[in-house]
């Protein structure tokens, strides 16, 4: 490094030191001293220490000549041992000093990283970490009052919103509780106030929302009274603006509360303080009081609101009340009008085209793609089902009553839809032409069936509507063949119809193919999983390939749905006890009459079972209550008399017994036990009595005629001997005929044999099958027992009475069969039809237990 050697100046040119001037050259001398080297006389240097003191570390402008400071009377101490000035290795002029005498300001008020405490040995620390963190912030003084009363009102709005929040989550009584808190907390917050002398700055609008919080609280929970008040104390406050509007929330609580007057008023003084500017908010409060005018009956006072709110805002809503005002009063002209009125109102919604994309612009097809489903288009679709369910219900209502016919009355209806927005109702109001022709007490059947048959070259959705119900009258009229021809029409016209799927296996079912009458329930599920008719069809179809487990399943998936259903419950029960298991048939069936607990099979079916059980008592009791309801079931009346028998209480039988003699009086074996009973008990002259009005009417019957004779003995009476004569001769007569019969099958007998024997060498001829009218087929369960069934078991029945040869006196106890028929009957056990339910009730469900025709 080379250094430059100058003269160093003399003490007294120290003195001359000024600022620079513009002539003088301010950066010569720049190489010579650099004062920066030097840093162990700061302590003495007076500009340097001055600097620090007036301008805490910003060292102000140096006035210097050469070297630049006091310091520069300093030699440089070289490695000579001598001081002298040291230029800069770099070749680079000093900042901050002068050359020869001239004076320049400095371009650099402090350099990066310098402060004025820094000290030899200390680190460079330009963002001041070393000093630590920065002290904490200055607590707030929460003693004041302004303080209190801040934290009090932030209190009182968490208190608001938690019950705001509760009620929305249906904790009703929570958000009372809330409410009720928040009230004690605002009081608290303005008698503070009060106490500071801050009256003036009271907080009106926190007031208001804690007033009205807690008055619809008190509505929500149905505390009426208390939420009147809480309205009446907002309402007349003055110092409220706007308060008048809450009169209709007073007047909904005296609608619910059936206040009707009052209702009416105060809807009407809510009506005067809002202004003509609010025009939606007063067409509701003006249609408010059209309805609370119905409820009243005062219809014409309702058609003047509700005209008018037509006149001005027409709704699909108010349309439908001003038609139903106008069928009240039969004003039928109005109501033509007023239903063109309905079908003219603007729904306001953008046309469905709208959402079907577009092949060529793929951002748009996005867009389409992302609202065809939101909470807008859903919102639209709903306005328009109800719509439609207005229109529809408004002209099943007036067709009757507009016309002299109901089909002229549709068929105005149907020319009125044609021509407005809703044109594809009109197919729909046409098929509830024919359904209503069948609910109709003359029930012109041909006229439906025609009208249902205009539709077999409409479109394939109407074609499949109008096939489904006519399948389904066929159906009903057991007319399988046009049934099923239509099923295939309605398939045929939309294959995704599970109306038509189970209308066409039931047609099925009744043919006993079972396996493919399942096929197409299961199909008619995988269209739509809650078709529940579907799902009962397959559990009974089931039931007949005697695949109980799966039934089961099948019925236990329909409880879940159909958690009331006493058919569905039956079902379950009857399986159980194919199953083998009686408890869990006893416990569905404690189910079904819970559900129906007048139901007279149900209970004898429960008897049955605790029969089955050995539980005697508990059977008599629900034999017992299924005769109190159903006096004239012969199995019940049976069990009942036989019981009675059993335990020596023949009394109490008789009546039992002449019960199914009224029912039965050709049945000589009714009257044969009320006189038995007579006689086991003691009461031998009404015995006789009985015994003898049973001879008027069966002469013939043998064993009347061997009690009479037997009685007459014990009582040494004279007839004796004239029905012991009259027994002699019908037992002859008896055998006769046994004889006859013998001898006649005899021969019959032996003529087959004979006939066997000619064919013996000759060729096997072709049999001929019996065939059965399918129109006979029942679609009974294998469960239930025909009628030569029946009968076989009532005949086991009374043999195990005691037998006419042998008197009650002397007979001992048997076991009494008390059997019993299927509750539900066989027509539980027929599928559920298919028909296609329109808008309403346009099915022919009966409600009765055991009815399963049930339209889908």
């Known amino acids: 490094m080379s250094i430059s050697l100058h003269h160093l100046p003399r003490e007294g040119e120290m003195e001359n030191v000024h600022l620079a001037v513009e002539e003088d050259d301010i950066y010569s001398g720049y190489n010579d ?27 102000p402008p140096m006035t210097a000549r050469f070297p630049g400071t006091a310091i520069g009377a300093r030699p440089l101490a070289s490695s000579f041992g001598s001081r002298i000035p040291m230029a800069s290795s770099m070749g680079r002029p000093m900042t901050g000093a002068v050359q020869d005498g001239a004076a320049r300001p400095m371009t650099a008020v402090r350099a990066a990283g310098y402060t004025s405490s820094l000290t030899r040995g200390s680190n460079f620390d330009p963002l001041g970490q070393s000093r630590g963190p920065a002290p904490p912030l200055e607590a707030k003084n929460e003693d004041t009052p302004e303080e209190k009363i801040k934290i009090l009102e932030k209190k009182v709005n968490d208190l608001i919103e938690e019950s705001c929040m509760a009620q929305s989550i249906g904790a009703l009584q929570l ?46 929970n149905e505390m009426y009274p208390e939420a009147l008040n809480s309205y009446q104390v907002i309402v007349k406050n003055k110092m409220f603006s706007n308060a008048g509007r809450l009169k209709v929330n007073m007047a909904n609580i005296y609608v619910k509360q059936k206040n009707y007057p009052k209702a009416i008023k105060f809807y009407r003084m809510a009506l005067d303080q809002i202004s003509n500017a609010h025009k939606e908010m007063r067409i509701k409060i003006m249609q408010n009081i059209g309805v609370v005018f119905v409820r009243m009956g005062q219809y014409s006072d309702a058609i003047t609101s509700f005209e008018h709110i037509m006149s001005e805002s027409p709704n699909i809503k108010t349309g439908f009340n001003l038609i139903l005002c106008y069928y009240a009063i039969g004003d039928r ?34 867009v389409i793609e992302a609202i065809k489903n939101d909470k807008l288009h859903q919102m639209e679709r709903d306005l328009k089902v109800l719509a439609e369910k207005f229109i529809m219900t408004s002209a099943k209502l007036i067709a009757p009553a507009i016309e002299t016919s109901f089909a002229t009355g549709f068929d105005w209806c149907v020319d009125m839809v044609k021509s407005s927005q809703y044109v594809e109702l009109a197919n729909d109001l046409e098929i509830n032409k024919a359904i209503t022709y069948l609910r109709q007490k003359d029930f012109n059947q041909i006229e439906a069936v025609e009208t249902l048959k205009t539709f077999e070259k409409k479109d394939s959705r109407v074609k499949s509507a109008a096939a489904t119900n006519l399948s389904f009258l066929y159906f009903l009229e057991k007319d399988y063949d046009q049934a099923d021809r239509y099923a295939d029409l309605a398939m045929n016209a939309d294959r995704y119809n599970p109306a038509a799927l189970i209308n066409k296996g039931n047609t099925v079912f009744v043919k006993q193919d079972y396996e493919k009458a399942a096929e197409f329930y299961k199909e008619a599920l995988r269209n739509d999983s809650s078709c529940t008719e579907a799902l009962y069809n397959l559990g009974l179809t089931y039931k007949r390939l005697n695949r109980l487990e799966e039934a089961l399943d099948c019925f236990l998936k329909l409880h879940a749905i ?14 159980y006890e194919l199953l083998e298991d009686p408890q869990q048939a006893i416990e569905w069936l404690m189910q079904v009459i819970s559900v129906t607990p007048t139901d007279p099979r149900a209970l004898a079916k429960l008897g049955e079972l605790h029969d089955g059980e050995g539980d005697k008592s508990q059977a008599f009791q629900y034999y017992y209550e299924s005769f109190r309801y159903f006096p004239s079931n012969i199995d019940v009346i049976e069990w009942l008399g036989a019981y009675y028998i059993e335990t020596q209480f023949c009394e109490k039988a008789i009546q039992y017994f002449e019960r199914a003699t009224l029912i039965q009086p050709t049945q000589v074996k009714w009257q044969l036990m009320v006189a038995s009973c007579y006689r086991r008990s003691g009461n031998y002259q009404k015995a006789l009595e009985t015994y003898k009005d049973i001879h008027r009417k069966f ?9 009479l004779v037997r ?53 096997a001829g072709v049999s001929t099958p019996v065939l059965t009218s399918p129109k006979k087929a029942s679609i009974m369960d294998s469960g239930h027992s025909s009628n030569s069934t029946k009968g076989e078991r009532l005949s086991a029945k009374m043999r195990s009475l005691p037998g006419s040869n042998e008197p009650y006196e002397a007979s001992s106890p048997k076991e009494i069969d008390a059997s019993y028929v299927d509750p539900l009957g066989p027509q539980m056990e027929r599928p559920k039809t298919g028909a296609k ?3 309403e009730d346009d099915d022919f469900a009966d409600e009765e237990l055991g009815d399963d025709l049930l339209p889908e």
């Open 33 to 59: 001293y650099n004062p920066t080297f030097d840093s162990e006389e700061l302590e003495n240097d007076v500009g340097f220490q001055q600097a620090v003191r007036t301008s805490h570390g910003r060292r």
């Open 699 to 707: 002469p013939e019957n043998v064993e009347c005629l061997r009690f």
């Open 711 to 763: 009685l007459c003995t014990d009582m040494g009476l004279k007839e004796v001997q004239e029905y012991a004569t009259k027994l002699k001769k019908v037992e002859k007569m008896k055998e006769i005929r046994e004889q006859r019969v013998k001898s006649g099958r005899e021969g019959s007998a032996r003529g087959r044999r004979e006939g066997r024997e000619g064919s013996a060498g000759s060729a």
């Open 175 to 220: 958000a009372l509780e809330k409410a009720k808190e928040a009230g004690r907390k605002e009081r608290a917050l303005v008698r503070q106030r009060e106490q500071s002398g801050n009256a003036e700055h009271i907080n009106l609008d926190l007031t208001y929302s804690v007033l009205l919080n807690l008055a619809n609280q008190y509505a929500n």
């Open 333 to 366: 002209e109005r109501m033509k009008k007023a239903f063109q009125k309905l079908i003219s109102v603007p729904l306001g919604i953008d046309d469905e085209d709208k959402y079907i994309p577009s092949n060529d612009d793929a951002s748009s097809n996005m």
């Open 562 to 575: 159909l958690r009331n259903s006493a058919q569905v419950m039956y079902q379950l029960a009857n399986l």
């Open 837 to 839: 339910r329109r808008v």
